[in-house]
């Protein structure tokens, strides 16, 4: 049967209104979405145009990466007391970040008593191998470097390995200084007369490991010492405890964001005359650029 025609108007009409109510809450929501859609977008650009929590270069010691930045300059310097403080050199440093994954560094040493102006000059390299890893506590940086000793004329010795270090907490960290590696460049005489005098050219490798603590947001401290050396070619192969004891405590107090005060007193060896194997440092890193 048939609907009247002023039945099937009206049903029209109101079926027209219910699609146009739909049509206009479709695009409400639509809109809506829309909406959110771009607030999202602005949220996450927003999230990605900020710098991470404590900037590139934290405060804290223990938080920050193990290259420099891109863009970001170091320089510094080191006055040290060695052999009983009977001998002072001075070390110069300077690095920086070609990217956030590069970095180069450079150093020159002299003796201040008594006093000689020509010292070592070195040149490292590192390079991110990992980053973030293991849930981001851990860090893996290459590196390798080797110079020039002005002093004595010769190569020093290229050095290479990979610096390490695992947060176990944000206050507590394993580290090995990624000088693993040693091949002299340089032959060298090993002997004295009247027993036979032989030319030898070192290679081994160390096994340095140490325990950092952020002690504060701006003092951290760390142990160091090497469980051993093993001989590749012309070197003895010893190990800790039983040959040798190095051991050494360093401390980085960050004065200023931009600005670290440098301390560290140890032994190269503990074991063997420790007295006449005291050494320690005091001094002072500048960053300059965006941290």
């Known amino acids: 049967m048939l609907a009247p025609a002023g039945v099937a108007w009206a049903q029209d009409e109101e079926e027209a209104g219910e699609e146009e109510a739909a049509s206009e809450e479709g695009a409400s929501e639509e809109g809506a ?3 959110g859609a771009e607030a999202s977008s602005e949220e996450a650009a927003t999230e990605e145009e900020a710098p991470a929590a404590g900037g590139r270069w934290p405060r804290a010691n223990i938080a920050r990466p193990l290259t420099l930045p891109k863009g970001l300059i ?3 310097g080191t006055i040290n007391g060695l052999a009983k403080f009977e001998t002072f050199t001075l070390g110069l440093n300077g690095g920086y970040g070609v990217s956030d994954d590069l970095e180069v560094r450079l150093s020159y040493g002299l ?3 008594e006093f000689e102006a020509k010292g070592p000059l070195a040149f490292e390299v590192g390079y991110k191998i990992l980053r973030g890893a293991a849930g981001g506590k851990l860090e893996v940086i290459g590196r390798v470097g080797t110079g020039y000793d002005l002093a004595l004329e010769g190569l020093a010795p290229l050095v290479a390995g990979a610096q390490v270090q695992y947060n176990i907490s ?3 960290a394993v580290v090995s200084s990624g000088k693993h590696l040693n091949i002299s460049l340089e032959e060298a005489s090993s002997g004295v007369a009247p027993a036979p005098v032989v030319t030898i050219r070192p290679i081994f490798l160390s ?5 950092g603590y952020q002690a504060t947001p701006e003092l951290y401290a760390q142990i160091d010492t090497n469980i051993g050396n093993i001989e590749i070619s012309d070197a003895p192969t010893t190990f800790i405890f039983a040959d040798f004891i190095p051991l050494t405590a360093s401390f980085v107090y960050n004065l200023q964001p931009a600005l670290d005060i440098t301390a560290s007193f140890g032994f190269t060896d503990l074991k063997n005359n420790a007295g006449d194997n ?3 440092s005091i001094g002072a890193q500048y960053y300059i650029g965006a941290l």
């Open 74 to 76: 170091n320089a510094g």
């Open 207 to 211: 096994l340095p490991v140490g325990v």
């Open 33 to 35: 979405s829309e909406e």
């Open 170 to 172: 944000d206050k507590l």
């Open 278 to 280: 005291i050494t320690a």
């Open 111 to 113: 003796t201040l008593k």
